[in-house]
């Protein structure tokens, strides 16, 4: 299965990024997530782990990859209430050209045995909740 949800934001790319590349300050604008602690030492560096806290209970994710460059991370879930397997998500902040503004994507595919309430929580409840929140800080 994959999820997908994209949007532009008014701010540059490099300002959108620059916060979003911080794999620790999830719960500052993602609706729902209650608290987050990147353990051992909380940095965002591939291999960071951080624990979510959520109404629908506590997600533990792997930063796979951080590109600067690309303005690009991967992570993974490695525990989840969500019934889930190989979730794997990218998300990516790029330039609008004409416009100055920032197009950021978030994708993910992973497998699951109930594909209709996963499909649901994954676009529903964090990829558009989380973009639209973006929206209001930037």
Not at 50 to 65: I, N
Not at 113 to 129: L, R, T
Request: aromatic share 10%; net charge negative; charged share 25%.
């Amino acid at each position: 299965m994959s999820a997908y949800a994209s949007t532009v934001i008014n701010a540059s790319a490099d300002e959108v990024w620059e916060y979003l590349r911080d794999f620790g300050n999830v719960a500052e604008w993602l609706p729902g997530i209650t608290g987050c602690e990147v353990e051992d030492g909380g940095d965002s560096r591939p291999g960071a782990v951080r624990r979510l806290e959520s109404p629908a209970g506590a997600f533990r994710e792997r930063l796979l990859t951080l590109d600067d460059d690309a303005r690009s991370a991967t992570y993974e879930i490695l525990e989840s209430p969500l019934p889930v397997r190989d979730y794997r998500a990218l998300y990516r902040v790029a330039p609008v050209t004409d416009s100055g503004r920032a197009f950021v994507e978030w994708s993910a595919t992973f497998e699951t045995d109930d594909a209709a309430k996963v499909m649901e929580f994954v676009v529903h409840q964090v990829f558009e909740p989380g973009l639209a929140a973006l929206h209001g800080r930037f």
